[in-house]
């Protein structure tokens, strides 16, 4: 865990409740968090289910990878320590998003299980709900679409600690919903997500 270096600072909490969002939007927050290879759909996934929410009145937001490190984390590389924070960093984005009723959308390849679990246990911590979806998927069939040329790169040496090539992937053993985009089709991979937020409660319709 990231040691706190600021002193003397203290949590002041408002009026408005987690619930009271609620209650107003009509949904509870939660965070979605897709992980699994590059080219694997992890992003097809999120931006139709989106889209799915959105008709459906609940309000989502997407953060997605590779829009993050052109904000936020643009000053982080690609090592495992900037990996690591990385994640951490949008974890604590996630659960803010929650905290406001909003089901974030969380698309990163976040290769490391130790990493995805810290922001699974800032969640838990707080009393919110995080979904793990492994966006399961082939070296083969990922490298075969390799929609940003990304693959054919790290193959070439041009790309250095690219997951999959010369960096692992730690594929989570337990995730609430595993999906096979190599396999399903995009309606099947929504709909099997929104019956799951049915199921906790997440969203009424």
């Known amino acids: ?5 600021a002193t003397n600072v203290h949590w002041h909490e ?11 939007l009509g949904h509870k927050g939660a965070t979605l968090w897709f992980t ?10 999120a931006v139709e289910l989106e889209g799915m929410l959105s008709e ?3 309000l989502s937001y997407r953060l997605d990878g590779d829009n993050v490190r052109l ?3 643009k000053n982080l590389g ?3 320590e900037d990996r690591t924070e990385n994640i951490r960093r949008i974890g604590e984005i996630a659960k803010l998003f929650v905290d406001t009723g909003v089901v974030a959308l969380s698309s990163f390849i976040s290769p490391y299980a130790a990493d995805r679990d810290q922001v699974r246990a800032l969640h838990e911590e707080a009393g ?19 929609p940003k040329g990304l693959y054919k790169k790290a193959r070439a040496g041009e790309i250095k600690n690219f997951t999959g090539i010369d960096d692992p992937y730690e594929a989570p053993p337990k995730a609430e919903i595993h999906l096979h985009s190599d396999q ?6 929504v709909n099997i997500i929104l019956a799951v937020l049915r199921d906790r409660g997440i969203i009424k319709a």
């Open 78 to 80: 690609f090592s495992a």
């Open 71 to 73: 904000g936020i984390n």
């Open 36 to 45: 699994g290879l590059s080219g694997s759909g992890k992003s097809t996934v």
């Open 1 to 5: 865990m990231t040691e706190q270096k």
């Open 128 to 146: 919110m709900e995080f979904i793990e979806i492994f966006v399961d998927c082939s070296l083969e069939t990922a490298e075969a679409r390799d």
């Open 56 to 58: 459906m009145g609940v």
């Open 14 to 24: 408002g009026d408005i409740t987690r619930e009271h969002r609620a209650n107003i």
């Open 184 to 189: 399903q089709s995009l309606e099947e991979e």
